[in-house]
T-cell receptor, first 117, second 111 residues
Framework: GAVVSQHPSWVICKSGTSVKIECRSL??????MFWYRQFPKQSLMLMAT?????????EQGVEKDKFLINHASLTLSTLTVTSAHPEDSSFYIC?????????????FGDGTRLSIL | GESVGLHLPTLSVQEGDNSIINCAYS??????FIWYKQESGKGPQFIID?????DKRQGQRVTVLLNKTVKHLSLQIAATQPGDSAVYFC??????????FGPGTRLSVLP
């Protein structure tokens, strides 16, 4: 149980392109979804937290106009990297939790490797 | 042995030996902790969790120990196998707030 699917797993695109990444909870309702960025050999860096039907809460230093997050349903959240540039190349990982405000584990997708040429 | 690389500490153990991965957490008010395993190119996978009202919890081949006095968490893996090779992250949570992840430890299992 508690499966999170992330798509695509790898995307390569030209600079200036906008890229959408989907995160789906397959067998549970995700009240809260999280988006992380991870650089090689480093830990996960939280970018934003989204609750279904609400605006996402962005961490300090993360540009909300650059990284658009939509959490329109209890099973789907999307992250759109707008006008992507090479410095946006990274591993993006989503996670989902079925219960916000209480101590429950986050379940992670398998990440999306974004390469901007 | 254990070494600290540029960003990621590495622990090397012989297959069959027990592994102990350590984590120092930052917030004394944190009340929930998780160990995650991340294999190359994949997302973190839940291993085991522990709440602050406990100091030890056991799973299948894994044990988590919590020492709140010194804000220390450890993950013990019994009879380490090649499939255990991965990066292990501890994560702390404070009353349902966002999880804070540790820097990670790379576990290498030697044949």
């Amino acid at each position: 149980g508690a499966v999170v699917s992330q798509h695509p797993s790898w995307v390569i695109c030209k600079s200036g392109t906008s890229v959408k990444i989907e995160c789906r909870s397959l067998d549970f309702q995700a009240t809260t979804m999280f988006w992380y960025r991870q650089f090689p050999k480093q830990s996960l860096m939280l970018m934003a937290t989204s609750n279904e039907g609400s605006k996402a809460t962005y961490e300090q230093g993360v540009e909300k106009d650059k990284f658009l997050i939509n959490h329109a349903s209890l099973t789907l959240s999307t992250l759109t990297v707008t006008s992507a540039h090479p410095e946006d190349s990274s591993f993006y990982i989503c996670s989902a939790s079925s219960n916000s405000g209480s101590n429950q584990p986050q379940h992670f997708g398998d990440g999306t490797r974004l390469s901007i040429l | 042995g254990e070494s600290v690389g540029l960003h990621l500490p590495t622990l090397s153990v012989q297959e069959g030996d027990n592994s102990i991965i350590n984590c120092a957490y930052s917030n004394s008010a944190s009340d929930y902790f998780i160990w995650y395993k991340q294999e190359s190119g994949k997302g973190p996978q839940f291993i085991i969790d522990i709440r602050s009202n406990m100091d030890k919890r056991q799973g299948q081949r894994v044990t988590v120990l919590l020492n709140k006095t010194v804000k220390h968490l450890s993950l013990q893996i019994a009879a380490t196998q090649p499939g255990d090779s991965a990066v292990y992250f501890c994560a702390e949570n404070n009353y349902g707030q966002n999880f804070v992840f540790g820097p990670g430890t790379r576990l290498s299992v030697l044949p």
